[in-house]
Each structure stands twice: as C-alpha cells, then as structure tokens.
C-alpha cells in the first residue's frame, strides 16, 4: 500500500480556496487517489476519486501531476461548515478486496 | 436510506470487564470495516471482512480484541478483559465493489 503524506493541519477563511495536497511517492500503476471528509462525531464520508490529470463534482476539485506521486484536493470558495479532517488515501479503485488504511490527516479550520 | 448502523452510541464500562460493539452495515455491502480513533487522532485498521473469505485480521492490537461477522451481515467487535487505553472511538465501515466505504457514526468506549 502506497503510503500518503499530508499536513497535519490547516488554517484559512471564509470564501477562500483551500488546497491541500497529499504526497504519495510510491504510488503503483494501478492505484487511485481518494478523499474523505470527517466532521465531529462523525465516520468520515467520501468526497472525490481520481486516478489522473483533473476530476471535479460539486464538492471539491482534484489535480493530479502527470507524474501522480503527489495530488491537491482544492476546496473552492469554502465556508465555516468546511471545517473537517481530510485524509488522503491511494490505493486500487473502492477496492473491497484488500484493507483501506487511513494516514492521520489533515485538520482543516476555517475561520470567519 | 438506512445506512450503517452501530450501538450503542457510547459505553462507558469499568477496566476488566468485557465489551461487545455492534455494526450493522448497509444490506448488500460485502466488505466490513472496523477502525478505532482516538482522540484527535487518525483512524486505525483493525480488521477487514470480504463475504467468506477468512478476516484480515493485522490490525488487531491484541488478543483481547476479536470480531465476527454472523452471515454475512451484522458485526460484533469484542473486547475482553477492557483497559483504559482502549478508550477511543470505534467506527465501522461497509461497502460493495466499485463503491466507496460508509461509515456509521461509532461507538465512543469509556474505560473508567
């Protein structure tokens, strides 16, 4: 399994775009870069997947090199309710076949 | 619809006596997730089901720790003989090939 380096935490505003990029050096051929989102009291939930170059949904962008031993996940425009642990994980696509290891993330608050 | 679902909600138990969490995933997930979070920490894995196969068992940090999966269904996580330091949250997770994991919201353990 690919392991994942990321900030421990983050600070910044209401309104503004917040990246928050994941190194994953040893990345394998076949391994997909996902994201989950953690509230408070709450499981983490998942947010965006991607294998290369850009994906976008409503809730977040993210880019990945061409060389894909790092990706940003960008939040636009975000707001207090933002505030969460991010975590970054590499491994085959929503793979159910193996184990899915979660790093410590990214603590990410966001000010008024 | 109903997602996964773990009880209690929290326990507080006395150090020695044994515990049993409970999890019932989204019907229809094969793959079955324990982690357990600790305070302002990461989620740790400890162990992994996939329809029949034997457990993934790795993460378990020790042998007082043990899970079942009655069914291919609902799943008990066991602690016997509890200690202080198993203090923590404990969060199950489910999913289905293809598909990303869902959480429920967890068990937070107070070993008193």
């Known amino acids: 399994l690919a392991k994942t380096t990321q900030p421990i935490s983050m600070d910044s505003y209401e309104g503004q775009e917040v990246n928050i990029t994941c190194s994953h050096n040893n990345i394998a051929t076949n391994d997909y870069i996902t994201w989950y989102q953690q509230f408070p009291s709450q499981g983490p939930r998942f947010i965006i997947q991607g294998y290369k170059t850009k994906v976008t949904n409503e809730v977040a962008s993210l880019f990945i090199p061409a060389d894909r031993k790092s990706s940003t996940l960008s939040l636009p425009r975000v707001s207090l309710s933002d505030t969460a642990v991010y975590y970054c994980?590499?491994?085959?696509?929503?793979?159910?076949?193996?184990?899915?290891?979660f790093g410590s993330g990214t603590r990410l608050s966001i000010r008024p | 619809g109903a997602g996964v679902s773990q009880s209690p909600s929290n326990k507080v138990t006395e150090k020695g006596k044994d515990v049993e969490l409970r999890c019932d995933p989204i019907?229809?997930?094969?793959?079955l997730y324990w982690y357990r979070q600790s305070l302002g920490q990461g989620l740790e894995f400890l162990i992994y089901?996939?329809?029949?196969?034997?457990?993934?068992k790795s993460g378990l940090p020790s042998d007082r720790f043990s899970a079942e999966r009655t069914g291919g269904s609902v799943s008990t996580l066991t602690i016997q003989r509890t200690q202080q330091e198993d203090s923590a949250v404990y969060l199950c997770a489910s999913s289905q090939p293809g598909s990303p994991l869902h959480f429920g919201n967890g068990t937070r353990l107070t070993v008193t």
């Open positions: 089901f996939q329809g029949n196969s034997a457990p993934d």
């Open positions: 994980l590499v491994g085959e696509a929503h793979s159910s076949a193996s184990k899915i290891i």
């Open positions: 019907s229809g997930h094969t793959a």
